[in-house]
Each structure stands twice: as structure tokens, then as C-alpha cells.
């Protein structure tokens, strides 16, 4: 699987937009990338993934490049809550049926009033 | 909606005693999974399951068993409680599909062996 590079932490203030990076520069062709969140204490919370176009849904939006070796996870106004450990995975499409879900480090989100 | 429920909440163990964590899901979800989360640490994987009858190992099911009798259900028995499986174990489930379809995580069960 391919392996995620993300910084350990990020600050955003409220209401503005929280733009998180990911680097997996060995990313195969049929490999998803896929964002999720973990607020203290809860379990783990799905964000949004893609293959290989931009997505967009009600929490957020996911900008994958071209050659598709990095991507940024867009929250467009974030509030407090969205204070959490975002983990930027990627999942291998073939060998296993389930498709492989490994969680790394993740970055840690800290939204300020 | 209720998606993954898990029960209990929180739970003291002592070492040698053994018990059954439960998980249910109302989505109607063939795949269902059992994660473990130490401190400060990422999820490992413990069984999987593709639907009733069939359950798999994943990366540490050393210490655990697990049944699926039912779409809805997949417990997680840990037999022997040792210290070592003191640990947050996270539910989830997801469509058929593999890395195509997201899965989702129940809210946890806090487990401490002493």
C-alpha cells in the first residue's frame, strides 16, 4: 500500500477555510485516497474519497493533483468542531475484498475563535 | 439513524476473565470489522467478515474469535483477558465494493485489563 505524508499539526482560525495536505507520491493507478476525521474520544468519521477527480460533498471538498502524488482535504468554514485528527489514507482497490484501511499519524486540526 | 452500535461503552476486565463485545449495524451492510486503537497509536485490524458465515483474520486477531451468524451482528470474544488488550476496539461496517466504498466506524468500546 501506498504510504501518507502528512503534518503532524495545523491551526485555522474560525470560519475560515482549513486546507490539509497530503503527500503519497507511490500511489498506484487503482488506489483510492480517502479522508477521514477523529474527534476525541469518538470513532473514526468518513469524510470524502476519490480515485482520481476532484470531489465534493456536504463536509467537504478533496483536490487531487494531476499525477495524482499529492492531494488537499478542503473544509470551507471551519468551526470548533471541526477540531480532530484528519487521516489521509490510501486504499489499495485489488487484493483483498474489503480493500485495505490503514490509519497513519494524521494531522492534528486545532480551529481557534 | 443508528448506523454502528456498540455496547458496551467502557468495560474493567480483570486479567483471565473473558468477555463478548458487541456490534450491530442497521445498514445492511455485508462487511463488518473489528479494529483495536492503543494510545497515541493508528487502528490495526483485528477480523473482518464478507457476510454471515465468513470471517477472516486480519493483522493481530492473536487473543480474539469472532462469529458472524447474522448481517446485523459481529461480536468480538476475547478469551483470557491479558493486560495487553487494554485498548479502544472500534466496530465498523461497510457496503460491498472493497477500497470503492467507505467504512463506518462505530463510536468505540474502552477496555482496560487489570
Known amino acids: 500500500d501506498a504510504k501518507t505524508t502528512q503534518p503532524p499539526s495545523m491551526d485555522c482560525a474560525e470560519g475560515r477555510a482549513a486546507n490539509l495536505p497530503c503527500n503519497h507520491s507511490t500511489i498506484s493507478g487503482n488506489e483510492y485516497v480517502y479522508w477521514y476525521r477523529q474527534i476525541h474520544s469518538q470513532g473514526p468519521q468518513y469524510i470524502i474519497h476519490g480515485l482520481k477527480n476532484n470531489e465534493t460533498n456536504e463536509m467537504a471538498s478533496l483536490i487531487i493533483t494531476e499525477d495524482r502524488k499529492s492531494s488537499t482535504l478542503i473544509l470551507p468554514h471551519a468551526t470548533l468542531r471541526d477540531t480532530a485528527v484528519y487521516y489521509c489514507i490510501v486504499r489499495y482497490a485489488g487484493g483483498t475484498s474489503y480493500g485495505k484501511l490503514t490509519f497513519g499519524q494524521g494531522t492534528i486540526l486545532t480551529v481557534h475563535p | 439513524n443508528a448506523g454502528v452500535t456498540q455496547t458496551p461503552k467502557f468495560r474493567i476486565l480483570k486479567i483471565g476473565q473473558s468477555m463478548t463485545l458487541q456490534c450491530t449495524q442497521d445498514?445492511?451492510?455485508?462487511?463488518m470489522y473489528w479494529y483495536r486503537q492503543d494510545p497515541g497509536m493508528g487502528l490495526k485490524l483485528i477480523y473482518y467478515?464478507?457476510?454471515?458465515?465468513?470471517?477472516d483474520k486480519g493483522e493481530v486477531p492473536n487473543g480474539y474469535n469472532v462469529s458472524r451468524s447474522t448481517t446485523e451482528d459481529f461480536p468480538l470474544r476475547l478469551e483470557l483477558a491479558a493486560p495487553s488488550q487494554t485498548s479502544v476496539y472500534f466496530c465498523?461496517?461497510?457496503?460491498?465494493?472493497?477500497?470503492?466504498?467507505?467504512?463506518?466506524f462505530g463510536d468505540g468500546t474502552r477496555l482496560s485489563i487489570l
Open positions: 467478515s464478507v457476510g454471515a458465515g465468513i470471517t
Open positions: 445498514m445492511n451492510h455485508n462487511y
Open positions: 465498523a461496517s461497510s457496503p460491498p465494493g472493497g477500497a470503492s466504498q467507505p467504512q463506518h
